[in-house]
Nanobody, 127 residues
């Protein structure tokens, strides 16, 4: 089992930046890919960004490409999402996710590929 805890959400104005963090605990000695998803009220959960176990591969949704950056800590059990130039449409609950991965270079981009989820952190961007 892996437990994920997100932090760093908040209320900001359009154009501001936020950095989300996600810490993993439990069975973290096995390789796992990680990702960030978000869910706005009345909408389905959508992919935001993902990173491989090695940290060398990443992928972004078109809506955040060039503004958001995903990264992993040196110990591999923490993942970050640096969000710059935030827009009101980025308002959502942001979820961290993890999935076991035999391939250290694989990136996972769909919700069904992930095994573990955090409780979510609210990001609100005012115009």
């Amino acid at each position: 089992q892996v437990q994920l805890v997100e932090s760093g959400g908040g209320l900001v104005q359009a154009g501001d930046s936020l950095r989300l963090s996600c810490g993993a605990s439990g069975r973290t000695f096995s390789p796992y890919a990680m990702g960030w998803f978000r869910q706005a009220p009345g909408k389905e959960r959508e992919f935001v960004a993902a990173i491989s176990w090695s940290g060398g591969q990443s992928h972004y949704a078109d809506s955040v490409k060039g503004r958001f950056t995903i990264s992993r800590g040196n110990a591999k059990n923490t993942v970050y999402l640096q969000m710059n130039s935030l827009k009101p449409e980025d308002t959502a609950v942001y979820y961290c996710a993890a999935a076991w991965s035999r391939n250290p270079a694989i990136v996972l981009v769909t919700t069904r590929e992930y095994d573990y989820w955090g409780q979510g952190t609210q990001v609100t961007v005012s115009s």
